[in-house]
């Protein structure tokens, strides 16, 4: 590698680098990952777009305070493993995070680059830095200190949990984590597809919080397994519930449970989790046929129909409202346009019609109109009397939200919940003491980045509290 | 080591008994709740009933009919193996009230999956009446354990071989009606429970079934599990699995569980060419 001069000279003229893409009519076949990452030419062009700014609004603007600016200018000084070290101090999630986050909501939004031109590619750069840090990661397995202090318990394995977990074992906690499924990860492994987050990628960055001791117990479900109180009987001193908006929402409408209609969950948990891509050559199959409708404009409709697609599936998305108000990712949006997805903009299903055999084959539509703004400021798509049209359809995935997991709140009534979801307060504490929450669970379906931001905010007040209750101090 | 297998007893052909070390769910389940367990790295998730359990062995135990893929890897394990993945207890217990007058009825594999409800029934001081169904005699299984359990025990064998001659429902028109039984609790194949809920339709008795639809997770996240019970759709993984028998849409149900029929026929013999089936 040439050694280039620390410092660089700003070029936020040079256009902003496009992320390579697989093809997308070869993409639509394979569950490859789509976005193959920047070359290292690429990386070069793109962070000497930064301009270094004196006061980097980049770094608030990231939920995880990640030192944007110093990472960058590490890359463009060539150094891919110091800008995966600054990464580090904030996140060990830089490959999760490269791929997935809304980057164009947070730190992308904020770049002052993009008053002028395009905004630094923020998510990519991360990207390329936690890539090629993926070899070294396994090198200090060996080599980090393991934990000594108080136990805390992590409720779920998602992206709240797993960046609380690192931050506490950081303070040198003994951090246990629970979680229901056979796989770690949350939505992560379940819902967001392989060709958006490979596998190893998430397995090798949960790796590294194993390395430095957090204690992963898969196949346990807080309130069923073992209760909180039980946990708090067994030593742990503090608790975090990160348990996510798994229960997903159904249409309602008649036909719902015939065969070949899907909640999303079901649809992306068979494919994703279950691997049911590979089938037979793994055991839990899906049944994906020549018409596949996919109901909802958000990242699991998304999901949902690029998998269809790859299974070979003409496929349709059916939204209530038009493109401007879909919910997904605009990259998600794009990739599914080029991928061949086609779009029904403001139409509903209204009545689902089977054979015989209880097999779905028809869905009953009805042309929607966009009304008055509602209480959230959306215009409220309302059906057109009569519009009613019919489509043939062999596999129906209903994509429209979930809500917070019931199983804890169930058998725990001392946790106050407004609509499923669990209350805290400004500390991320719920109504019982020393138990704390955030993600999905306290917000309702939410993103990735938000979850670490609650899951990092549970770790500092847990932290606190558990300081001041004796007081010989955690030594961090 | 959690999930290890302690004992195993072929009950009946294709029946076979698995006994797990599991402290934990030893320790919380309830009667009607049951498990998912994964045999091996690369299998399917299934859902199967909780049995017994012994507090000394730290242990549950399952039994297990043998019919796809995954139920073969299931029994073919050893004792000293331990399952893959083993997750519970799940579902809502069964609903057992005091002093009544409780018929409980099962075929096949599920005379397991009653046991434990007759016993929770009989321990909570009502008379139960246990009516079991088999194809032939020699698929009767843990005949003495219900006996221990049930004031009354009949076999219903589909040959005659033992007891009544027919199904468990003919059984239980020859010796009841309206009247006779206050509570009544079915398990077995779909077309039984159906046929126990026509039957008893209008006797003033209020009959549970526990239904067993295909499941994936089994923490109430996906909705694969859904069944109609009366206008209502219900998650039965979290839900139930028990519901009340004369409200739930068994034909529904045949139809929604026999979704994958030919894949799990394909899975089966894809399996068995690379010599693993
Ligand atoms: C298909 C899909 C695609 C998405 N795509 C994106 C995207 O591209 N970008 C983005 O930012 N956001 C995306 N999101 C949203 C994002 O994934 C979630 O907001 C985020 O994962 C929430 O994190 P969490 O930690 O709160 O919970 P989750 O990720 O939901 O994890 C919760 C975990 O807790 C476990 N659990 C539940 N109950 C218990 C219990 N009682 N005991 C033990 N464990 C339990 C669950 O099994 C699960 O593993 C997507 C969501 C979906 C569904
Ligand atoms: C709550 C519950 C409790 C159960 N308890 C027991 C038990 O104690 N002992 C026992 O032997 N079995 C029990 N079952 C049924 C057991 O889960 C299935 O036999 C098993 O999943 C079949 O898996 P397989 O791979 O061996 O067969 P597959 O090859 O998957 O299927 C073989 C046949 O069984 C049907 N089937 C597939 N999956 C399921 C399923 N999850 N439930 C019901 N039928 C299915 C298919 O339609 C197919 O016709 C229970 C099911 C439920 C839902
Ligand atoms: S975590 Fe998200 S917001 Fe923060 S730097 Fe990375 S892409 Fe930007
Ligand atoms: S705001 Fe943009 S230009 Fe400024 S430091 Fe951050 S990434 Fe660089
Ligand atoms: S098995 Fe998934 S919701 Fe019941």
């Not at chain 1, 060990?92 to 680059?113: A, K, N």
């Not at chain 1, 499923?420 to 307060?425: F, H, Q, S």
């Not at chain 2, 194809?135 to 071989?161: C, F, H, K, P």
Request: charged share 25%; net charge negative.
């Amino acid at each position: 590698m040439a050694a280039q001069p620390p410092k660089y000279k700003p070029n936020p003229k040079a256009p902003r680098q496009a992320l390579p893409l697989l093809n997308a009519e070869v993409r639509s076949r394979t569950p490859e990952e789509v976005a193959l990452g920047f070359t290292p030419e690429q990386v070069s062009v793109e962070a000497q777009r930064c301009l270094q700014c004196a006061k980097p609004t980049c770094v608030d603007a990231c939920p995880l305070h990640i030192d944007i600016k110093r990472f960058i200018a590490r890359l463009a000084d060539n150094d891919w493993q110091g800008a995966h070290d600054v990464i580090s101090e904030q996140s060990p999630f830089p490959g999760v995070c490269g791929r997935v986050c809304q980057h164009e909501l947070f730190c992308e939004d904020s770049c002052i680059v993009a008053k002028k031109w395009d905004p630094v590619a923020i998510g990519s750069l991360e990207r390329f830095a936690a890539d090629h840090a993926r070899l070294r990661m396994k090198e200090l397995a060996g080599s980090y200190p393991q934990p000594t202090g108080k136990k805390v318990a992590l409720v779920g394995s998602g992206p709240a949990s797993l960046i609380a977990a690192y931050d506490l074992v950081r303070l040198n906690y003994q951090v246990t984590v629970f979680e229901a499924l056979h796989k770690l990860g949350g939505v992560l492994a379940y819902g967001i597809p392989n060709f958006r987050l490979p596998r190893e990628i998430l397995h090798e960055e949960i790796a590294r919080l194993q390395n430095m001791g957090v204690e992963f117990v898969v196949d346990f479900i807080v309130g069923k397994t073992a209760t909180l109180e039980e946990l708090f009987e067994e030593g742990y001193e503090a608790i975090f519930i990160g348990t996510g908006a798994g229960l997903p929402y159904m249409m309602g409408i008649p036909g719902e449970n015939l065969v070949g209609v899907y909640t999303a969950n079901e649809f992306l948990t068979r494919i994703n989790l279950m691997e049911a891509f590979k089938f037979p050559d793994s055991p839990t199959p899906v049944r994906v046929g020549k018409h596949s409708v996919i109901v909802g404009g958000g990242n699991s409709a998304m999901d949902a129909a690029r998998w269809a697609k790859r299974f070979g599936s003409e496929t349709t998305i059916l939204y209530r409202r038009g493109r401007a108000e879909l919910k997904a990712r605009l990259e998600e949006v794009e990739h599914a346009e080029e991928e061949g997805v086609h779009f029904e903009f403001l139409s509903a299903p209204v009545a689902l019609y089977g054979d015989e055999n209880g097999y779905v084959r028809e869905m009953e539509c009805i042309r929607m109109e966009l009304g008055e703004p509602d209480d959230s400021g959306r215009r409220s798509p309302v059906p057109v009397k009569g519009s009613e049209y019919r489509i043939p359809v062999d596999t129906v995935v209903a994509a429209i939200g979930q809500a917070p997991n019931p199983t804890l709140q169930k058998v725990t009534p001392q946790l106050i919940t407004k609509r499923g979801k669990i209350v805290i307060d400004d500390h991320g504490q719920t109504s019982m003491p020393l138990v704390y929450a955030g993600g999905d669970v306290v917000r309702g379906g939410s993103t990735v980045i938000l979850a670490m931001k609650d899951g990092r905010a549970a770790a500092k007040a847990m932290h606190e509290a558990l300081s001041v209750e004796k007081p010989e101090e955690v030594e961090a | 080591m959690t999930n290890r297998i302690l004992a195993k007893r072929e009950l009946a052909p294709q029946i076979t008994l698995l006994e797990v070390e599991a402290p934990r769910i030893q320790k919380r389940w309830k009667a009607g709740q049951f498990i998912i367990i994964r045999p091996l790295a690369g299998s399917e998730r299934i859902p199967l009933t909780i049995v017994d359990s012994s507090a000394e062995r730290q242990s549950i135990t399952m039994v297990i009919q043998a019919i796809g893929k995954t139920t073969k890897e299931a029994v073919a394990m050893e004792p000293g193996q331990a399952l893959c993945d083993l997750v519970g207890p799940l579902g809502e217990p069964a609903t057992i009230n005091t002093g009544q007058e409780v018929v409980c009825m099962a075929g096949g594999v599920g005379v397991a999956e009653l046991l434990p409800v007759a016993k929770a029934f009989h321990e909570a001081g009502s008379r139960v009446t246990a009516l079991c169904g088999a194809r032939s005699d020699s698929y009767r299984i843990l005949d003495e354990e219900l006996m221990g359990v049930a004031d009354v025990l009949q076999w219903a064998t589909d040959d005659g071989t033992y007891g009544f001659a027919g199904n468990v429902v003919q059984l239980l028109l020859s010796i009841a009606g309206p009247g006779t039984f206050t509570e009544g609790h079915v398990i077995g194949p779909i077309p039984m429970m159906k046929a126990a809920a026509e039957a008893t339709r209008g006797w003033g008795l209020k009959l549970h079934a526990s239904v067993n639809p295909v499941m994936i997770d089994g923490t109430g996240m996906c909705g694969g599990c859904r069944v109609t019970v009366g206008e209502e759709v219900k998650f039965a993984c979290v839900d139930g699995p028990e519901f009340d028998a004369h409200l739930v849409d068994f034909d529904e149900l045949t139809r929604r569980n026999r979704a994958y029929r030919e894949m799990e026929q394909e899975a089966l013999k894809h399996d068995c060419h690379i010599g693993l089936g």
